[in-house]
């Protein structure tokens, strides 16, 4: 399979707690937080295998970490995966207003 950005769309789910990664409405991965008006902490991002190695986690990595930038909050980052986003896209690094973890 394959598929590129445009045809994936990536939402947040306040009411569950996670940004979810669509195709043509089929829930295919998604990044969970939990969130309050100061901090967000990005804790697991789940792709799922038949979707894997598509630039879906990518995606919804940016996605998440751009929200916490835009809200202003302390973005704390216990995800394995945002973690290592992060270190390959330093750009975001300066942006951040906490530390993206250890």
């Given at each position: 399979?394959?598929?590129?950005?445009?045809?994936?769309?990536v939402?947040?789910?306040?009411?569950?707690?996670?940004?979810?990664?669509?195709?043509?409405?089929?829930?295919?991965?998604?990044?969970?937080?939990?969130?309050?008006?100061?901090?967000?902490?990005?804790?697991?991002?789940?792709?799922?295998?038949?979707?894997?190695?598509?630039?879906?986690?990518?995606?919804l990595?940016?996605?998440?970490?751009?929200?916490?930038?835009?809200?202003?909050?302390?973005?704390?980052?216990?995800?394995?995966?945002?973690?290592?986003?992060?270190?390959?896209?330093?750009?975001?690094?300066?942006?951040?207003?906490?530390?993206?973890?250890?």
């Open positions: 399979m394959s598929t590129s950005e445009a045809e994936v769309t939402a947040d789910a306040p009411q569950a707690h996670r940004f979810e990664a669509r195709i043509e409405g089929e829930l295919v991965g998604f990044a969970s937080y939990v969130r309050d008006d100061h901090r967000v902490v990005y804790q697991h991002t789940v792709v799922g295998p038949a979707y894997e190695g598509l630039g879906i986690g990518g995606l990595a940016r996605t998440a970490v751009e929200d916490g930038i835009r809200r202003g909050v302390v973005v704390e980052v216990t995800c394995p995966f945002i973690k290592d986003w992060l270190t390959r896209h330093p750009e975001y690094q300066d942006r951040l207003s906490g530390t993206p973890g250890a």
